[in-house]
């Protein structure tokens, strides 16, 4: 899969309420939560609407457009259900698959960051209780990170004909970071329906993994 290098710096760096500070490679893009899900007499509304006018209005007939408006409240309700659950940041990736023979498809993921309140315990302890807890986790990975000790492990899931999803696999991936605080835990989870693909994703996130710090890079600046 193919990123570009480049380094975008959001506003929230400078935000000591941040509480955790990561980098995602090129290919990622951040969905601004705080305006999608902005209530609707709100400023951030009146701009969500703005934006998205020029779009509805370039759609050429009314049936693709209710399917435009229903897919952008199924995206709102996904999006509401994961800040729900201490969700703080989602980023969609849009990757080339430049594997050998491969054919160079467009592949798609979805990127989030979490927090999870835990039981005081040695970060050690709750990073192995994390994957040890978790169900039908595998490829299970402890790493010893420069923000302190993680594991991670994965799962593939297939949606339920109950569900009225496309019975499709998706794959999940997960990397548990323990705060220093011992009380709470940070979850990154990139989840993609290109199960074979799991090496490039699973080398993805543990990039992130890596570069993720309970402390700003840039307070000394």
């Given at each position: ?8 710096v ?21 969905l601004?939560?705080?305006v ?11 701009r ?11 759609i050429p ?27 703080v940041?989602?980023?969609l ?5 430049d594997?050998p ?7 798609h ?7 999870r309140?835990?039981?005081?315990s ?5 990073a ?5 807890t978790?169900?039908?986790h ?15 492990g ?60 309970f402390e ?6």
């Amino acid at each position: 899969m193919t990123t570009t290098a480049r380094v975008i710096v959001d506003d929230s760096v400078n935000d000591p309420s941040t509480g955790i500070w990561f980098a995602v490679p090129g290919g990622f893009t951040e969905l601004p939560t705080d305006v999608l899900l902005a209530p609707p007499a709100s400023a951030e509304a009146d701009r969500l609407r703005e934006a998205l006018a020029p779009l509805v209005g370039a759609i050429p007939d009314d049936l693709t457009r209710q399917q435009f408006i229903a897919q952008l409240a199924s995206g709102q309700q996904l999006l509401r259900a994961l800040r729900e659950v201490g969700t703080v940041h989602c980023s969609l990736g849009v990757h080339r698959d430049d594997v050998p023979g491969s054919g160079g498809a467009t592949l798609h993921s979805l990127f989030t960051v979490s927090w999870r309140d835990i039981a005081w315990s040695p970060r050690s302890v709750s990073a192995a209780r994390a994957v040890a807890t978790a169900e039908e986790h595998s490829h299970v990975e402890f790493l010893d990170l420069p923000s302190g000790p993680a594991s991670m492990g994965e799962t593939v899931r297939t949606p339920t004909p109950e569900s009225g999803l496309p019975p499709t696999p998706l794959l999940q991936i997960y990397a548990y970071l323990p705060h220093p605080d011992c009380t709470r835990m940070a979850v990154l989870m990139l989840s993609t329906t290109a199960v074979e693909r799991r090496e490039q994703y699973r080398e993805i996130l543990r990039q992130i993994a890596e570069l993720t710090s309970f402390e700003s890079p840039l307070a000394e600046a």
